[in-house]
């Protein structure tokens, strides 16, 4: 399956998509800084091009002849950490992806943002026009820390193949997900040095010091220092001695986002920190592919486990809530 990334950012949605085995073809990003990190990374070329130029992108896509576009429009104005102000202008690029879409018309298509996206006007206006394009739909909200990634970070994904039923891809999703979810140290043992690190917090309500033997919080565009006189949070390990703690550095904090120690990233701390945080989690991204090039191979999901949760039906259905193994397993014990 041929795949075209729109809003790729530095490549963690390819790299995850790849690894499933998704051919992808060529991106699109209109940040020179991170277009030059993926164009350093991937074989395909990575477009430096404004997405709010539908027409230009449909140009590049339709030399490739993509069966598949993926992306995820910019989330700041969705997102708990940013103004989450719909009227900013950023989120309208999720208005151009879906155009772009419903015009090229992919058999399927995968669009990442963050779970707030789900209340918001947009979401509404985008998953009509996709219906009227004839896209059955499936949305989830994936906590990565059941897919592979030691990260407590929930994404919202909405998935469209065109011709097919509704919410159909979402049995298959969960059958993938792990029953526990992944620490630091299950996923890089020691080699990190440490058992505890600082993540500096959205506000000093918030504990700061975390544990390699849980997920991480999620990993964001911004990485400071333990600042001078930090006073503990109740939240805080106790027997922690401050002078032994620090932040985790660029790249490891890129190994939380799951990119291999061989992906070359070049560029300044501040702009490779952005890069780092905005992407999609390698393995999170590898996670959502396996599921849709699953349903392709199979053309079917088997009955039983179709009746599981969320069977395939013909309205739409929102998620409520994060889809992880404590979920399924409290929902299973009501049927």
Known sequence: MKCVDLFSGCGGLSLGFE????DIVAAIDHWPKSVDVYNDNFSHPCYLHDLKNE??????INKYAP????GGPPCQD??????RDESLGRAD???HFSNIVC????????????????KSRILSDVVSQYEKSGYGLTAVILSAEYCNVPQARKRFFLIGGLGEKNNILAPVLKNQLNNNPMTIRDYLGDSLGLNYYYRHPRNYSRRGIFSIDEPSPTVRGVNRPLPPGYKKHPGDPVSVELSNIRPLTTIERSCLQTFPNTFKFNGTKTNLEQM???AVPVNLAEFVAKGVLEYCKTGEIKEQKQQSLFPATEKFVMPSK?????????????L
């Open 55 to 60: 027409d230009g992108a449909l140009e590049i």
């Open 78 to 83: 969705f997102s708990s950490a940013g103004k």
């Open 276 to 278: 780092i945080g905005n």
């Open 67 to 70: 069966d598949m576009i993926a």
């Open 103 to 118: 015009t090229y018309k992919p058999k399927w298509f995968v669009m990442e943002n963050v779970e707030r996206i789900k």
């Open 19 to 22: 690894k499933a085995g998704v």
């Open 93 to 95: 690029m999720t208005y």
């Open 322 to 334: 994060a889809l992880h193994a404590d979920n399924l397993v409290r929902v299973s014990t009501r």
